[in-house]
């Protein structure tokens, strides 16, 4: 029988000095360093099969599975997958302990590392569960009085968009969407489109940073500038955004800014990022009550009871794989995958791309439909007979297939989806 008096030495013990869990294994750290020391720039690197090789050695991907919806959710990395399970097993000895007296401050160092790479200070960045929490953490938390209007796109994620019909129904707001071309090739047109829907009543602009439906990346800056320039608010959905391709903070210059971290990052599930302004801070409600006197402080943002710390502190091992890659080499892959493809596909006049392939109009999401193919059927036959795992969009204005690869997908599983593709359009689906 264990000695009463030991063991309680023992569990006093990590208290006095808790020692940091390894967090990587042997293959993880390898890897990482091989990557980080390649030498070659983005273009080169982009068709580097050996290095991307590499890559998917970093992920635990399922055999049988072609997954083409990392827009939706990614897999993440083993070694971010390690890394919450050794904080789980340590909080799960003694939660209340483990979360909250040390975990909890270990999650500081997190957030310094995602200020840094976002382009903000630490005090302006809230660690959320997703960007949906984030983005209505600002929509509920602007005041905003009964015939207020709120302007976005007909095209903004469904769950943003019911957000603001509940504030319609609860407090008689007023929803209004404009429409912007699709694909859109001209980013004027999406600042002239918002600008010429502003009227008197207008209070608050949301515009996403990625078009989670098509990929489009939207002129953020220019609708920011042009907003402010009439004391407007805006808020940023970055879901799709983030770790995705090269921008900072100050390329988009925005007061509020959401995203996912489970998504281009490939961090743990449920993990998320809010960016406020420090100025604009006092003045936005947190979705969760607060104290009065974190009124000012980021963390106000917070408040959500017991949650998942083990979870946050993996995002660290997310950062630590995204850095290996380096963002400009993710983007490079991203488009080239998606050019791949894309480019291959539109040598048939049957098929329409509803997203542009222009140079920083899109990068590893875009939306694609076979005139003459039904896009339900098409998505079911991916999957059925091919184990390809797509999303299909259907929209007022367009549909498709969103497709969606990821930095671990091989040239011979793009290969696989054209061949699919083009084998409907000269033969059509099975019946």
């Known amino acids: 029988m264990i000695d009463r008096r030991t063991f309680l030495g023992a569990l006093a013990a990590p208290m006095a000095g808790t020692p940091a869990l390894p967090h990587l294994t042997t293959a993880s750290v390898a890897i990482g360093r091989e990557l980080s020391e390649h030498a070659g720039d983005p273009e080169a690197t982009a068709r580097d099969e050996g290095f991307w090789k590499?890559?998917?050695?970093?992920?635990h991907q399922h055999p049988d599975i072609i997954y083409f919806n990392n827009g939706g959710v990614s897999p993440a990395p083993v070694q971010v997958i390690e890394a919450v399970?050794?904080?789980?097993?340590?909080?799960?000895?003694?939660?209340?302990?483990?979360?909250?007296?040390?975990q909890e401050k270990r999650k500081e160092a997190v957030r310094e590392r995602l200020a840094a790479t976002f382009g903000c200070a630490p005090e302006e960045l809230a660690i959320t569960r997703n960007a949906t929490e984030?983005?209505?953490t600002c929509q509920f938390g602007i005041d905003l009085e009964p015939g207020d209007e709120v302007l976005t796109t007909t095209q903004d994620y469904p769950r943003m968009l019911s957000t603001f019909r509940?504030?319609?129904?609860?407090?008689?707001i007023v929803l209004r969407k404009v429409k912007i071309p699709t694909p859109c090739e001209?980013?004027?047109?999406?600042v002239r489109a918002y600008e010429e829907a502003i009227t008197d009543r207008t209070k608050l602009l949301l515009v996403c940073h990625m078009i989670?439906?098509?990929?489009?990346?939207?002129?953020?800056?220019?609708v920011v500038a042009m907003a402010r320039k009439r004391g407007i608010p805006t808020i940023v959905d970055g879901a799709h955004a983030f770790a995705h391709f090269k921008f900072r903070q100050e390329d988009l210059d925005c007061d509020y800014y959401a995203s996912s971290l489970h998504k281009w990052l490939f961090g743990p599930l449920g993990t998320g990022m809010l960016y406020v302004r420090k100025s604009k801070i006092q003045g936005l409600w947190p979705l969760l009550a607060a104290e009065e006197s974190l009124d000012d402080d980021i963390k106000k943002f917070e408040q959500i009871g017991t949650h998942n710390v083990p979870v946050i502190l993996g995002i660290a091992s997310a950062l630590d794989f995204h850095e290996s890659i380096g963002i400009e080499r993710k983007e490079a892959r991203l488009v080239y995958l998606r050019d791949r493809w894309a480019r291959r596909l539109l040598e048939n006049d049957r098929v329409h791309l509803n997203t542009s392939l222009r140079p920083g109009e899109s990068c590893g999401?875009?939306?694609v439909q076979l005139d003459g193919i039904d896009t339900a059927k098409l998505c079911r036959h991916l999957w059925q007979a091919h184990k390809i795992y797509t999303i299909r969009i259907e929209h007022e204005e367009f549909e498709g297939l969103r497709v969606s690869p990821s930095v671990y997908t091989s040239l011979e599983e793009v290969d696989l989806f054209i061949e699919v593709l083009e084998d409907a359009l000269q033969n059509g689906l099975p019946a």
């Open 54 to 59: 590499l890559v998917r050695q970093s992920f």
């Open 85 to 102: 399970r050794k904080r789980e097993d340590e909080a799960y000895t003694a939660p209340a302990y483990w979360m909250w007296r040390v």
């Open 134 to 136: 984030g983005l209505q």
């Open 166 to 172: 509940q504030r319609e129904r609860r407090e008689k």
């Open 186 to 190: 001209d980013p004027a047109l999406v």
């Open 212 to 222: 989670n439906l098509t990929g489009q990346i939207l002129p953020v800056r220019d």
């Open 365 to 367: 999401i875009a939306n």
